[in-house]
């Protein structure tokens, strides 16, 4: 009988000999099936049988990796039948675009690295440029046009990559002036010939002339010098040598009719017909004064779609971990502000996934550090060190608590009356500014005939107007003096106010324009105990 209750204790819940039990064959029930299966991994390590129980508790887990490894598999599959099929579209295009065999398997990876969006841009560029072997340029000057961001350089660099065909990028926003863009180029064309004589491992004069490089500083102004500069380099490079010209809309601050006289330097020159000059900017050349005439054939870069936009930032940063995490971080905080520019997405988000990885992991901190960056390619700077010792505030409100922190009751007065007078109406001022007008219009807003709105332009302002409402807003009798002049002064200096005529005077003329944003003006009328929206606004 004391055996049989013993026996009984012994299965019942909750006894110790239980609890042993379930500790030898699942470990703590409470956790996790991954941790419930460490004694079943143990005990086939080390040779043993497990129990029945423990393969129980096992057989799930199991089951879920199997499932897993399926799932992957497929998943596998799938991205390589849609990769086949992708590849089989390109390969169709191609051929309808007259594209060789020979060179398909140098374009085809260079088309499914860029995608689809930008698939009749690389086959421009092989129709005008040609492949480095048997299709030769079909011009001796292209250009290249569109908004920032949408793939210009890198589509026509990576080109020129996969076909080998000799370039020199030159970026034109770095030069002061023709001659220093002209001995920039016969530089870095010396450098390719040297660097191929090299190669062949040859000697001799060329090589030696070669060798010499232009003095630092020394410019090349004229056509004659420019021609001795280039004969020798071009002499030795039998191919042709495309001349990228990024940031072409510099073009025009080096001098007049500059873009005109690039484009005849292959006529003019003796040995200039081996060069191809490939414009890339964000403007048509027609647009920066050269004739329609004279305009070189052009491949137009469109702005990439939302959608193209994630496909292209999923292939660009697949090698990093957290990869896709990043990918949606940027089309939350970062789209909506530097829009579609691929260039900045793409160095936010390598950024982003190059910082520790254990920040990344924490909550919220991709999506700061995403807008961190974003800010400082905008040119928002860190406001944190002119606020007060303790204040924590971020985004417009950093701005907002900066600008009043150094601002007056008078100022932060100045620039309601300013922002109230631009966005109201005239003939409403008595409804709004006035004690009975405001009671009325507290009761009837049918009383207000022309209904304000935040988002309208502001409107000029006269003098006399804007002081009458500040006086309003004051509640004061004889406001006016010298001093507060020099205050609406101060604001206008700050930038938050302007006059169109020119310098304030004290007259009927003067004009007063606020350009302070309604964040501000919000802060500055509650500091002063304004409602904004007894006026109609903030609402």
């Not at 191919?239 to 073009?251: G, N, R």
Request: a positive charge; aromatic letters at 4%.
């Amino acid at each position: 009988m004391q055996l049989r209750s013993m026996t009984a204790a012994a299965a019942a819940p909750g006894t110790p000999q239980r609890k042993r039990r379930l500790q030898k064959d699942f470990s703590n029930p409470k956790e996790p099936v991954g941790k419930r299966l460490r004694p079943l991994c143990q005990s086939v390590a080390q040779g043993k049988s497990p129990t029945k129980a423990a393969q129980r508790g096992c057989r799930p887990s199991v089951e879920g990796k199997a499932m897993q490894a399926q799932q992957a598999q497929q998943a596998a599959r799938q991205a390589a039948a849609e990769a086949a099929k992708a590849r089989q579209a390109f390969v169709e295009q191609l051929a309808q675009h007259g594209v060789p065999e020979g060179s398909h398997e140098r374009l085809l990876p260079l088309l499914e690295r860029l995608g689809a969006a930008r698939t009749a841009q690389v086959l421009g560029l092989w129709t005008f440029l040609g492949d480095g072997a048997a299709k030769a340029p079909a011009t001796a000057s292209l250009q290249l046009w569109g908004p920032a961001g949408s793939g210009k350089t890198e589509v026509l660099t990576s080109y020129l990559q996969s076909l080998s065909i000799d370039h020199v990028q030159l970026s034109c926003a770095g030069f002061s002036s023709i001659g220093d863009l002209w001995s920039r180029l016969a530089e870095e064309l010396r450098r390719r010939a040297l660097a191929k004589l090299e190669r062949t491992e040859s000697s001799g004069d060329a090589l030696r002339r070669l060798s010499q490089r232009m003095p630092p500083g020394r410019q090349i102004r004229a056509l004659d010098r420019l021609e001795m500069a280039l004969k020798l380099p071009l002499e030795h490079l039998s191919d042709k040598v495309v001349v990228l010209l990024d940031h072409s809309q510099q073009l025009s601050r080096l001098g007049p009719a500059v873009e005109e006289l690039m484009l005849e330097l292959p006529e003019l020159l003796q040995h200039a017909d081996q060069l191809v000059f490939v414009f890339v900017g964000r403007l048509p050349l027609s647009c920066l004064g050269v004739p329609v005439a004279r305009e070189p054939p052009a491949v137009a870069f469109h702005a990439y779609s939302t959608s193209d936009v994630e496909g292209v930032l999923s292939r660009s940063l697949s090698s990093f971990a957290h990869a896709s995490a990043c990918v949606r971080g940027l089309m939350t905080f970062a789209v909506p502000y530097v829009g579609h520019n691929l260039h900045d997405l793409l160095r936010i988000g390598e950024e982003v996934l190059c910082a520790d990885h254990e920040q990344i992991e924490q909550v919220g901190h991709m999506g700061r550090e995403i807008e961190r960056l974003v800010q400082q390619r905008l040119g928002l700077c860190d406001l944190s060190g002119l606020l007060e010792q303790g204040q924590e505030v971020e985004g417009p409100a950093a701005a907002c608590a900066a600008t009043m922190r150094r601002m007056v009751h008078t100022e932060k007065r100045l620039l309601v009356a300013a922002y109230l007078a631009s966005r109201l109406h005239k003939d409403d001022d008595v409804q709004h500014f006035m004690p009975a007008g405001r009671g009325r219009h507290c009761r009837r807003a049918s009383m207000v005939r022309h209904e304000p709105d935040a988002l309208q332009e502001p409107t000029s302002v006269s003098l006399p107007r804007l002081l009458a409402a500040y006086h309003r807003l004051a509640r004061q009798d004889q406001v006016l003096s010298p001093l507060l002049l020099e205050q609406l002064m101060s604001l206008h200096v700050a930038g938050l106010v302007r006059f169109p005529g020119g310098p304030i005077s004290v007259d009927k003329d003067a004009k007063v324009v606020c350009r302070a944003e309604l964040p501000l003006v919000k802060a500055c009328a509650s500091d002063l105990g304004v409602h904004l929206r007894e006026y109609g606004l903030a609402r």
